[in-house]
T-cell receptor, first 115, second 112 residues
Framework: GAGVSQSPSNKVTEKGKDVELRCDPI?????LYWYRQSLGQGLEFLIY????????KSGLPSDRFSAERTGGSVSTLTIQRTQQEDSAVYLC?????????????FGPGTRLTVL | AQSVTQLGSHVSVSEGALVLLRCNYS??????LFWYVQYPNQGLQLLLK??????LVKGINGFEAEFKKSETSFHLTKPSAHMSDAAEYFC??????????FGTGTRLQVFP
């Protein structure tokens, strides 16, 4: 389909390992967002991109988290030295432009489990 | 700072009964308000949004919500619940920074 896709759908890793989560937004969408959904914290904003730039990184929980977007399309969220508290569902969303009233279209998420 | 409060983490109704899911917001600027639904093992899907046009907003699947500035509320309603409405519902607010601030969610159960 033409929706937002994320990979992998599930990721199990050991504490201390690095992981990369991928998001493919809807074609033509210039705005891309990452959120985290966890039992203790609900849905939290992590970072957004307008094109390839990320003007707001305030939601990243620590410097172990980073994200990039290349070619105005695919984005990768990287978590270094994973900790058990990083276990959550990571959701990606895209929007046609960076306008607050625009709908954000969400992908199915990546469920990350850190053992 | 913006915030959203959803009263009731769990709501149970009988099939055919009224659904009322509560959402109150806090915002220093005129807000944009959204309701999203998440079915089991799926991503979030937009139900409806308020963007300062009509205060009564109609969405998909028979849901609607009314923006009440005096009460800082944006409650979600549906006149008659269906079994397929069982899901988790999230209220969210967005200001000019464009990111969504979500409430903690309300899980709706529908009993036959």
């Amino acid at each position: 389909g033409a929706g937002v896709s994320q990979s992998p759908s599930n990721k199990v890793t050991e504490k201390g390992k690095d992981v990369e989560l991928r998001c493919d937004p809807i074609s033509g969408h210039t705005a891309l967002y990452w959120y985290r959904q966890s039992l203790g914290q609900g849905l939290e904003f992590l970072i957004y991109f307008q094109g390839n730039s990320a003007p707001d990184k305030s939601g990243l929980p620590s410097d172990r988290f980073s994200a990039e977007r290349t070619g105005g399309s695919v984005s990768t969220l990287t978590i270094q030295r994973t900790q058990q508290e990083d276990s959550a569902v990571y959701l990606c969303a895209s929007s046609s432009s960076l306008v607050a009233s625009n709908e954000q279209f969400f992908g199915p998420g990546t469920r990350l489990t850190v053992l | 700072a913006q915030s959203v409060t959803q009263l009731g983490s769990h709501v149970s109704v009988s099939e055919g009964a009224l659904v009322l899911l509560r959402c109150n917001y806090s915002s220093s600027v005129p807000p944009y308000l959204f309701w999203y639904v998440q079915y089991p093992n799926q991503g979030l899907q937009l139900l409806l949004k308020y963007t300062s046009a009509a205060t009564l907003v109609k969405g998909i699947n028979g849901f609607e919500a009314e923006f009440k500035k005096s009460e800082t509320s944006f409650h979600l309603t549906k006149p008659s619940a269906h079994m397929s409405d069982a899901a988790e519902y999230f209220c969210a607010v967005s200001d000019n920074t464009d990111k969504l601030i979500f409430g903690t969610g309300t899980r709706l159960q529908v009993f036959p």
